[in-house]
């Protein structure tokens, strides 16, 4: 059973780009969580998911962030128009139920 | 609100020597706690686990003990190896309801030959 696969490992984008990150939970997993990363700090929640449903999004930002996770295919988190502050760590991690969460390895987003 | 405060980093031990990373916890209703261990470049993985008030969670040699009086959930390790060095992260969630994770700030581990 394969663990959270994540891609890309590492992004880079130009400022005002779009960011696009994949997360494909653990086989039987239908709850997604991302969580973010800033430099020096520790991991702050971003979304939480369901299938087709967002179940909680009251740490994403306002704008420029989306996520999605369809009935088909990985979840997503997207950004748009990137900024330099927008350079992180992107954890996802998944669980059959609200209980235990496995992370993938992450994507690190680094804005040039 | 939710929230965990973990000891400033970086520790530095010598190899063989004794671990202990403060965790302490606040919480609106009765959480789980955590700990999560991140090597370089890697995601976090598990490390161990506690439910309930007095449960011990064990793994790999370390150690946690969720004291309900203090709010804490210290890690402790006897003897840690140069293969520890990671960073380390306490997380809470509530168990009643859907919950998702609070972390810490992470403390660093660095253990040197």
């Known amino acids: 059973n394969a663990g959270v696969m994540q891609n890309p490992r590492h992004l880079v984008r130009r400022r005002g780009q779009e960011a696009r990150l994949r997360c494909s939970p653990m086989?039987?997993?239908?709850?997604v969580y991302w969580y973010r990363q800033l430099p020096e700090e520790g991991l702050k929640f971003m979304v939480y998911?369901?299938?087709?449903?967002?179940?909680?999004e009251s740490g994403m930002p306002k704008e420029r962030f989306s996520a999605e996770f369809p009935k088909e295919g990985p979840s997503i988190l997207r950004i748009q128009q990137v900024v330099r502050g927008d350079s992180a760590a992107y954890f996802c991690?998944?669980?059959?139920?609200?209980?235990?969460?496995?992370f993938g390895q992450g994507t690190r987003l680094t804005v040039v | 609100g939710n929230s965990v405060t973990q000891m400033e980093g970086p520790v530095t031990l010598s190899e063989e020597a004794f671990l202990t990373i403060n965790c302490t916890y606040t919480?609106?209703?009765?959480?789980?706690l955590f700990w999560y261990v991140q090597y370089p470049g890697e995601g976090l993985q598990l490390l161990l686990k506690a439910t309930k008030a007095d449960d011990k969670g064990s793994n790999k040699g370390f150690e946690a003990t969720y004291r309900k009086e203090t709010t804490s959930f210290h890690l402790e390790k006897g003897s840690v190896q140069v293969s520890d060095s990671a960073v380390y992260f306490c997380a809470l969630k509530l168990s009643s309801g859907y919950s998702t994770l609070t972390f810490g700030k992470g403390t660093m581990l660095l253990v040197s030959p």
């Open positions: 998911l369901q299938k087709e449903n967002i179940i909680d």
């Open positions: 086989k039987g997993h239908s709850h």
């Open positions: 991690a998944s669980s059959p139920d609200s209980t235990e969460a496995f």
């Open positions: 919480a609106t209703g009765y959480p789980s």
